[in-house]
């Protein structure tokens, strides 16, 4: 089984940055599809940036212009580049994999831990 490990989560002030990492490590044939996603307390996970393999990303409308995705993909690795950040950012966020161990498995979808970000004076 595939377990992404994320790191890099913590306390920052508004308007500071955080950058994020999550690895995906075990017995990988291909992943389709990183991506973070955000929990807040009383809230449903919500999307928050995924990166396909041929490099396209996707954001929540919310993040746009101050959160950047990017991936290395020999490393099995993604990043989630986040300036500017709002008290509204704070949350647990969860790395995801989308993912086949060898060639004739079934894609299937791998979570994280979580790590915390908290956004606060």
């Known amino acids: 089984q595939v377990q992404p490990v994320e790191s890099g989560g913590g306390l920052v002030q508004p308007g500071g940055s955080l950058r994020l990492s999550c690895v995906a490590s075990g017995s990988i044939f291909n992943i389709r599809t990183m991506g973070w996603y955000r929990q807040a307390p009383g809230n449903q996970r919500e999307l928050v940036a995924t990166?396909?393999?041929?490099?396209?990303?996707n954001y929540a409308d919310s993040v746009k212009g101050r959160f950047t995705i990017s991936k290395a993909n020999a490393k099995n690795t993604v990043y989630l580049q986040m300036n500017d950040l709002k008290p509204e950012d704070t949350a647990v966020y969860y790395c995801?994999?989308?993912?086949?161990?060898?060639?004739?498995?079934?894609?299937?979808?791998?979570w994280g831990q979580g790590t915390q970000v908290t956004v606060s004076s």
């Open positions: 990166i396909i393999s041929g490099g396209s990303t």
């Open positions: 995801n994999a989308v993912l086949r161990t060898s060639a004739t498995a079934l894609m299937y979808s791998d």
